[in-house]
C-alpha cells in the first residue's frame, strides 16, 4: 500500500504540480492536508480513485472521502482548527457502549486497576485542551462507576493523569534494560482471588530470610517476582486453536 500511495501522489504531483501538504495512514485509514479550493480537492480524490484503474491493477482501490475546513476526525480524535493552529479532541463513536471490563472480573486487582488510569492517559495524550481532558474524564468517571469500579477512586486517578505533563505522556517509553546477572526469579501461577495477598508475603518472607542468611541475597539480589496467568475459561474448554493430532488427517495420493 505504502508503494501504491508514493505513485499515486507522484502521478498527481507530475500531472496537475501539487500534491497533499500532509499524508498520513494507518491501516485504512487516511488524514490529509490539502492546500487548494474544492475543486482541486475534488479532482484529487478521483484521481485517487481512479489510479488504480489508470495503471491497470488488478485490485480496485477506493477512497470514501469526507472532508471540512473546521474538523474533521480521524480514528479516535476529531481534528480542527484553531486560530491556524490545529487541535485535537477525544472522538467517540455513537455505538460504543463502554463495556470495559467489570470491577468483579475473575482478574488479579493490578489488572483491574490499571485499565482506567490507561485509558485517562489515553484521553490526556488526545486532547491538547486541558478542559476538553477534563470533560471526557467526568464522564469516564461514570463509565466505570456503571462497571462497578469506585467512584472515589476513579476520579482521583482521572486528577492524577491530569496534573501530567502532556508533552512527557506524548514521549515513546524508552525500554528498559536489565542486567543479565540481575534478573528476578519469576514466580507464576495461574490467576485465583485466593492468590492476591502472595505478592506481599513472598516479599516480607524473602526480606526476614535474606536480613537472617545474608548469603542468600548473593544468589537472590531481588525478591521473586509473581507473575499471574490466565486461568482457563469456558471458551478455551470448548474452543481449541489447534486441532488434536489423532484428528488431523493427512490424504494419500
Known sequence: MDKFERAM???????????????????DDVFFIWEGN???????????????KSINMESSI????CHSQKE???????IRLEYSHLVTDLFIKSVDTHTYLHSKSFHPPSTISAIPKSQFIRIRRICTEIRDYERHAANFVRFFTQRGYNAKTVSAVAKEVASMDRDLLLNPKQPTRT?????????????????????????????RY??????????????????????QTVRDTLVHSRSPQSCVRIPHF
Open 72 to 78: 474533521v476526525t480521524f480514528l479516535d480524535m476529531t
Open 179 to 207: 542486567d543479565d546477572n540481575n534478573k528476578r526469579v519469576v514466580l507464576s501461577l495461574k490467576w485465583h482471588p485466593r492468590l492476591k495477598f502472595l505478592p506481599k508475603a513472598l516479599h516480607g518472607l524473602y526480606e
Open 210 to 231: 535474606t536480613e537472617k542468611f545474608p548469603n542468600l541475597k548473593k544468589t537472590f539480589p531481588e525478591p521473586p517476582l509473581v507473575a499471574f496467568r490466565k486461568s
Open 9 to 27: 501522489l507522484d502521478s498527481y504531483e507530475e500531472k496537475y504540480g501539487s500534491r497533499p501538504a500532509v499524508w498520513l495512514r494507518f491501516i
Open 38 to 52: 474544492s475543486e482541486s480537492l475534488s479532482q484529487f480524490i478521483a484521481h485517487c480513485n481512479n489510479f488504480s
Open 62 to 65: 477506493q477512497f470514501t472521502a
